[in-house]
Nanobody, 125 residues
Framework: QLVESGGGLVQPGGSLRLSCAAS????????IGWFRRAPGKERERVSC????????YYADSVKGRFTISRDSAKNTVYLQINSLKPEDTAVYYC????????????????????WGQGTRVTVSS
């Protein structure tokens, strides 16, 4: 089970840290992806961290502003989101994959077997 938290209302330019906590899953051995669904749009890629090695991937739209990390002791993956823009407004989901993901596949949502319920981020002044 994956549970996201940390969303909220923030002004443009602000920051949030989203958390993805796992129970019954060892995140160290899984690829954890973050995706988001903006109002009226399809769910899209955001970021991913591989289990073994911890390689990270980012969508171009968030590079330099978002940072994904993992705390093995807490079995939690974080998404630090900075310099927020109104277009970052969305429900953010984390997902876990036991499959091998690479630069060319991490954003394929069909590779992810477990999904959280989402946490809402609203960027507005």
């Amino acid at each position: 089970q994956l549970v996201e938290s940390g969303g909220g209302l923030v002004q443009p330019g602000g920051s949030l840290r989203l958390s993805c906590a796992a129970s019954g899953l060892g995140l160290d051995y899984l690829a954890i992806g973050w995706f988001r669904r903006a109002p009226g749009k399809e769910r899209e890629r955001v970021s991913c961290i591989k289990g073994i090695g911890g390689t990270t991937y980012y969508a171009d739209s968030v590079k330099g502003r978002f940072t994904i990390s993992r705390d093995s002791a807490k079995n939690t993956v974080y998404l630090q989101i900075n310099s927020l823009k109104p277009e970052d407004t969305a429900v953010y989901y984390c997902a876990a994959s036991g499959r091998k993901v690479e630069d060319s596949s991490w954003y394929d949502q069909s590779l992810y077997d477990f999904w959280g319920q989402g946490t809402r981020v609203t960027v507005s002044s």
